[in-house]
């Protein structure tokens, strides 16, 4: 028996088959949501880069500011 | 020639399963109460989440229940088979192969866990983990068929959502948590006995050793008395923890005044009398069991929101 492309089977397969796409769909999007909570809760992320920026520098202990 | 004589499909199955059909593997009610109490957990946790974290937490805590929903519905599908009440769950119906069911489970069991500790934290995931172990294997496969007491111990499972819901928020476990795990244990007992009072036939043609098929009903009627009384001191005693407040104060005690008047009633009359009007006491405190549970954690919400507001702040 040969399953043509409008086969009862491919029309009771077609619901479940979105759905499943939704769901995945649904998924990346909460992957991507997340992780971008979850990157900028921890704010602006900087790191050295050939050049002295004063706020990447650690603050001076009391001590160091007294002398 | 049908198609479905394409698949080595169990005997059982008559039709390609839909999506819904999974949908309900999941135990949609079950799960709805599950995203309830533990999205109060959260809530009325002192710390603020970020809300796309909640919803993403609350989400994977509810696969994570509906998972261990599935497992159960595989490994119990001979009682649901014989059960009234769950003779129409998708692998008993035959809509949804028993392997399906298992491998459903196992899958979003997995995932569930996975992304809430990405969500979350680890200690949440293993809380969750903790939940459908607890559910799966031990309420389900060892104590369900094996000892009337298997509703006192494995309402534990329905218990645990709150106390995750506050971990995903604090990271620790602590009173407030375990409050909100007691009010549903000791909760759980005088719900379930009151169910299987007017239920009788289904559990004993099931033979699952309910309470009132093991020692009768005289007896699960002093239980659900007595637990009622545990009960309704826990969940009053509540209102006096950092998570309680007025609004839940006078929740509780219209409620547990109305469920200690309805767990009497079903103490003091006999099986006869039920059967004569159709175990109408034990329906309306079934009924009433619900309600009790949704108002109890909505109270400890409206508190919360009170305490955000600046309108309440605690009672000393």
Same mark, same amino acid.
């Given at each position: 028996m040969t399953l043509r492309a409008t086969h009862e089977l491919h029309e009771r397969r077609k619901g479940r088959n979105i759905g499943v796409a939704a769901l995945l769909v649904g998924f990346a999007a909460i992957l991507f949501g997340l992780s971008v909570v979850k990157v900028s809760e921890h704010g602006p992320i900087q790191r050295f880069d050939h050049v002295v920026r004063p706020e990447l520098v650690p603050a001076p202990t009391p001590a160091e500011t007294e002398n | 020639m049908s198609d479905t004589s394409f698949h080595n499909a169990?005997?059982?199955?008559?039709r390609d399963p839909e999506l819904r059909d999974y949908f309900d593997l999941l135990k949609p009610r079950v799960m709805s109460l599950v995203v309830f109490t533990a999205l109060v957990g959260l809530l009325v946790a002192p710390v603020d989440v970020h809300p796309f974290v909640i919803f993403s937490s609350i989400l994977f805590i509810a696969i994570g229940a509906g998972a261990s929903g599935a497992l159960n519905m595989w490994w119990d599908a001979d009682i649901d088979e014989v059960m009234r009440r769950t003779s129409r769950r998708p692998v008993p119906a035959g809509r949804v192969g028993a392997g399906e069911a298992l491998g459903l489970g196992l899958g979003l069991s997995l995932l569930s866990v996975m992304m809430l500790a990405l969500s979350a934290n680890m200690a949440a995931a293993a809380w969750l983990a903790f939940t459908i172990f607890f559910y799966a294997v @031990?309420?389900?496969?060892?104590?369900k068929r094996s000892t009337p007491q298997n509703i006192v111990i494995g309402g534990a499972a329905g218990a645990f959502p709150p106390m995750i819901g506050w971990v995903v928020a604090t990271g620790s476990v602590s009173l407030e948590a375990v409050l909100m795990f007691a009010l549903i244990f000791m909760w759980t007992p005088p719900h379930f006995w009151a169910l299987a009072l007017f239920m009788k036939d289904d559990y004993s043609k099931a033979g699952v050793p309910m309470l009132t098929v093991t020692h009768g009903h005289a007896v699960t009627r002093t239980h659900i008395w007595w637990y009622t009384v545990a009960l309704a001191t826990l969940a009053v005693g509540m209102?006096?923890?950092? @998570?309680?407040g007025p609004i839940y104060l006078a929740t509780a005690l219209v409620l547990n005044g109305m469920f200690l008047k309805g767990a009497w009633a079903i103490w003091r009359r006999t099986t006869p009398e039920a059967e004569a009007d159709n175990f109408s006491v034990e329906k309306r405190f079934f009924r009433l069991s619900l309600l009790y549970l949704f108002l109890h954690f909505g109270a400890l919400l409206a508190d919360a929101t009170l305490a955000r507001l600046g309108l309440w702040g605690g009672w000393l």
């Open positions: - | 169990s005997p059982a199955r008559v @031990i309420y389900s496969m060892w104590l209102a006096f923890s950092t @998570i309680g």
